[in-house]
């Protein structure tokens, strides 16, 4: 895997593709088109010659972010990130399709816009949902990713046990030790 899962929805999974808020991950044509592999249904996403949608894929990115930090805050969202995710959503998204085998197969003329439709429908479903309330910042140094919070109780803190909660639970020992 090249890009890390686990946020619990596929736009704040594309939201990591920033990371850290500094660390570009989807740097060209290549990357935006490996993410899109690996996160949507379409078995193969050739690399575009021309472009392939680095600056739309960055632009909605950052405009998702920017609706679901409002949203959370229950405050209005900037019109032109509005603008940005509302046009993704509505590129036409991919299709399924019933294949001899049995297999569901997902189709798109123009895989990346189809996909960039997918994510954008997704943080727009999130933004209006009940989920929103489970939406949590990770409390990890630096980290700052979002993801949504299924635990029962409802105290999740950190985007993953293996990264973030694991460095806090090694801080928190060194300093027990200073004491
Ligand atoms: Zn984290």
Request: charged residues 25%; contains cysteine.
């Amino acid at each position: 895997m090249r890009f890390r899962e686990g946020a619990g929805r596929m736009c704040l999974d594309y939201l990591r593709t920033l990371r850290h808020g500094t660390m570009e991950e989807l740097p060209d044509a290549a990357a935006v088109a490996a993410w899109v592999e690996q996160f949507g249904p379409l078995d193969s996403v050739p690399v575009p010659s021309e472009g392939g949608y680095v600056e739309e894929a960055r632009r909605l990115r950052e405009s998702i972010r920017a609706l679901i930090d409002s949203a959370r805050q229950g405050i209005g969202s900037p019109a032109s990130a509005r603008q940005a995710v509302n046009a993704a959503a509505a590129l036409p998204p991919p299709s399924p399709a019933l294949a001899a085998d049995g297999r569901v197969v997902w189709h798109a003329g123009d895989p990346i816009g189809a996909t960039l439709s997918l994510i954008a429908r997704d943080a727009l479903d999130l933004t209006s949902s009940p989920l929103l309330a489970r939406v949590r910042q990770c409390a990890g140094a630096d980290c700052g990713a979002l993801f949504v919070d299924t635990s029962r109780p409802g105290v999740r803190r950190w985007c993953s046990m293996n990264t973030c909660g694991n460095r806090a639970k090694k801080e928190a020992m060194k300093t027990r030790h200073v004491d």
